[in-house]
């Protein structure tokens, strides 16, 4: 099998400025001395950083051990994150949450109050009789109810999974059913777009008749105060409260006990509940919220992923609460009322660090490039992507627009799976180009192979990316399947490498540049090309707002390339056979032949799930003529399949 041939080659570099460096939590000399303890202990490495970072109510006996791929961490510790989390922070006026509504009702939270709301909701769940191991799923906005709910349950030792609030009602019922869940808390409503959402009435009709048997209780948090229905498993939220305050001692928890089950989408089937450990997950969680956020206690940390992602569990409720940050949480639409709404927030509340999505800044810049040249955002000192490669474009305008040519950007690397970064710059150090996510962090041993497993060391050579060694954080299975567990991430290398299922190359400075998912590898006369890359060529046209490529049978090449384009709105009026033309010779003149969409389609959007990607395997079905199969639960734009279904 041939490798993945790279075709475009970004070499603009940015210098790491030597000044963040002076003030960050990891100066290149303590870099080099964690690298150097990794590769000559990494044993001693990893338990230096846990009794470091972790406060422990009994202390560990060893460090990983299990035979693969069922790895353990820090076994016989005992700990509870919560008590990490809010306990060790309090007594010292300190800010925890920064809550902006959509409405702009503004909320602000001290880390003694929410010590005092998460005993309080505790001591509720307790009362309603839920025990260690239990489940329980939140179905709620980025509230700070949904992070006192998350953190009351780390706090008794119940296993929470949070389902993303605009999920529709059978996705919600799927997962409950599949994790057993006997809780499900939600709100009655909250506002989206200028628009009401009744989440009850969701949960309603997930639990209708018997269809979530599982269930015995639904909580409901007064969000909006609109009218809903009241069964009789609802119970108000403020009602279970203790009419005083209530002390719960955190339950002393097993490293390995679970903290959470998050349902992840995959490509095809059903989604998978990711299951994550306890101590593993935290460590993690904090070391890369200081070595790649730099964050430290007077930060004001605004990520603006929902707590249904894993980066909403991660970088903003377990992460920067175990760091003692302040954090910004946005309960609304990036475009509402209008497509300035982040910047405007930023200025207002003098975010420090930024971290969001590529497909939000392609959209922000979409819909406004020189919107944020209105905004004062020089509070900003760190920018950080994730979840999927950002094409070059997107990059600069980030770097220029909104980091004003001062932030370093963080493009990091990670998974659901992976439960924290794991490939990503290390700010004021690493050397930056935009679209790489750079080089693993320490501790991280991370691969590029060939089918069979063998090591790819050319430059520029693609392949499929793995992680050679475990790491705390890594998913400890999938709920309830371990076949599926061991199938997708592990059997193709006799379990010796964790898969990601991603493809990836190295460039001569051993920069990781991602390629795309090994599902969507195009194969152009024999030619083996990743999509990211050619989709990167598209969107470089000024007209171009996004772009997606997917392969269909063609005669003479095997393969060709069919391109699902949207144009920004001023250019959307082109006549579209001249610009197909335009930009077929755009992609040429890239990239080189091979790489020329066969056909292009252009429509409003592109089907992406609710958190963004773009569904490249719609587009394959759409594109070879096929009936679009599989799960279309994640859509989060359904009626965009059929305008692209009318195009063709
Ligand atoms: C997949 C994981 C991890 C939090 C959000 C997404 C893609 C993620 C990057 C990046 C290129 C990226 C990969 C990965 N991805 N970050 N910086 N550069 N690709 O979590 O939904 O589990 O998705 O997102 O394809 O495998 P997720």
């Known amino acids: 099998m041939k490798n993945i041939e790279s075709k475009l080659i970004e070499s603009r570099q940015y210098k790491p400025d030597i000044e963040f460096s002076k003030k960050s939590n990891l100066n290149p000399s303590l870099l080099k001395k964690l690298n150097s303890l990794y590769k000559n202990n990494p044993d001693e490495f990893w338990s230096s950083l846990a009794k470091k970072e972790i406060q422990w109510i009994k202390g560990f006996k060893s460090i990983c051990t299990g035979d693969a791929p069922f790895y353990e961490w820090f076994k016989e510790g005992k700990l509870n994150i919560s008590e990490n989390c809010l306990d060790r922070h309090i007594n010292k006026n300190k800010k925890a949450i920064i809550h902006i509504a959509e409405n702009n009702q503004k909320k602000i939270i001290s880390y003694d109050e929410l010590y005092i709301l998460v005993n309080n909701f505790s001591y509720a769940l307790k009362q309603i009789g839920l025990k260690k191991g239990d489940r329980v799923v939140i179905y709620m906005p980025t509230i700070p109810e949904s992070i006192i709910a998350m953190q009351s349950c780390a706090r008794l030792g119940l296993i ?199 497909t939000a800044i392609r959209t922000l810049m979409k819909l406004g490039e020189d919107l944020p040249e209105k905004y004062d955002l020089s509070s900003l000192r760190l920018l950080g992507t994730v979840g999927e490669p950002i094409n070059p474009k997107a990059w600069i305008w980030y770097q220029l627009k909104i980091g004003n040519n001062r932030c370093p950007i963080v493009d990091t690397w990670w998974q659901t799976e992976t439960g924290a970064n794991m490939i990503a710059p290390i700010p004021g150090i690493t050397h930056t180009t935009p679209g790489t996510c750079t080089q693993p962090l320490p501790g991280i041993e991370i691969g590029i ?85 050619i989709e990167s060529a598209i969107v470089s046209h000024e007209y171009v707002a996004e772009a997606a490529v997917v392969s269909y049978k063609h005669e003479i090449k095997g393969e060709a390339i069919h391109a699902f384009v949207t144009l920004k709105n001023n250019f959307i009026n082109y006549n579209s056979v001249e610009f197909s033309g335009e930009l077929k010779a755009w992609v040429k003149k890239k990239i080189g032949s091979i790489a020329k969409p066969e056909r292009i389609s252009f429509s409003d959007s592109l089907p992406k799930t609710r958190s963004g990607k773009i569904m490249r395997r719609l587009l394959r079905n759409i594109a070879r003529g096929e009936d679009v199969t599989g799960d279309t639960s994640t859509l989060e734009n359904e009626s965009i399949l059929d305008q692209l279904k009318n195009i063709l």
């Open 160 to 358: 929470h999974s949070v389902v993303f609030a605009g999920f529709s009602s059978e996705s919600l019922k799927n997962r409950i059913n599949d994790c057993g869940a006997k809780v499900v808390i939600t709100v009655d409503s909250f506002m989206r777009n200028g628009k009401i959402i009744n989440s009850k009435a969701i949960v309603d009709e997930a639990l209708i008749n018997t269809s979530c048997p599982s269930i015995n209780k639904c909580l409901i948090y007064k969000n909006l105060g609109t009218e809903i229905n009241l069964n009789d498993r609802d119970l108000w939220w403020h009602e279970i409260l203790p009419s005083k305050r209530k002390i719960v001692k955190p339950e002393a928890m097993s490293s390995e006990d679970l903290l959470f089950i998050l349902y992840t989408s995959g490509s095809t089937g059903k989604p998978k509940g990711i299951i994550h450990s306890t101590a593993g997950y935290l460590l993690n969680c904090i070391i890369t919220n200081k070595w790649v956020f730099d964050l430290k206690d007077n930060d004001i940390f605004w990520c603006t992923a929902d707590i249904g992602w894993i980066t909403g569990h991660s970088y903003v409720v377990y992460g920067p609460l175990a760091t003692g940050a302040t954090i910004l949480i946005y309960d609304g639409a990036p475009t509402f009322p209008k497509p300035d709404r982040f910047w405007d927030i930023i200025e207002k509340n003098k975010v420090t660090i930024f971290y969001t999505a590529p």
């Open 449 to 533: 192979v060939d089918e069979d497993g063998n090591d790819i060391n050319e430059v520029n050579q693609g392949g499929n990316l793995v992680i050679k060694k475990p790491w705390p954080s890594m998913l400890r299975g999938i709920w309830g399947d371990k076949k599926r567990y061991l199938d997708t991430y592990w059997k193709k290398y006799n379990n010796n490498f964790y898969i990601t299922g991603d493809t990836a190359r190295k460039d001569a400075y051993g920069n990781i540049w991602i390629m795309g998912r090994s599902d969507d590898v195009v194969n152009i006369s024999g030619h083996r090309l990743g999509t990211m890359e």
